[in-house]
């Protein structure tokens, strides 16, 4: 079992950057493949950003890329999603993830993952 605790959201004006971070308690992170996923009012969650376990490999909502990116330091016990050029779209509640069965081909799938921390809340003002 993993406990996460994500940080680091707030308010920040469209074109700037928030960095969020996902702590990793228990378990070793090296078992779980790790996503962010995030749900904005009325939406539906949405995948974000997927590692492997040892961070070799990523992938990203179409949305994000080129913008986000997920990153991860297990001897850390830390998943990191950078975010840059933020816009009022991506304004939403981010969770963090992990699952012993997450893998390149299943990332984006959120009933893959075990494991959800209790969000943080990101809000971009235009």
């Known amino acids: 079992q993993v406990r996460l605790v994500e940080s680091g959201g707030g308010l920040v004006q469209a074109g700037g950057s928030l960095r969020l971070s996902c702590a990793v308690s228990?378990?070793?992170?090296?078992?779980?493949?790790m996503g962010w996923f995030r749900q904005a009012p009325g939406k539906e969650r949405e995948f974000v950003a997927g590692?492997?376990?040892?961070?070799?490999?990523?992938d990203y909502v179409d949305s994000v890329l080129g913008r986000f990116t997920i990153s991860r330091d297990n001897a850390k016990r830390t998943v990191v999603l950078q975010m840059n050029r933020l816009n009022a779209e991506d304004t939403a509640v981010y969770y963090c993830?992990?699952?012993?069965?997450?893998?390149?081909?299943?990332?984006?799938?959120?009933?893959?993952?075990?494991?959800w921390g209790q969000g943080t809340q990101v809000t971009v003002s235009s």
């Open positions: 228990g378990d070793s992170p090296s078992n779980y493949g």
């Open positions: 590692i492997s376990v040892y961070g070799r490999h990523a």
């Open positions: 993830a992990a699952g012993p069965e997450v893998y390149s081909y299943n990332y984006y799938l959120a009933r893959t993952y075990d494991y």
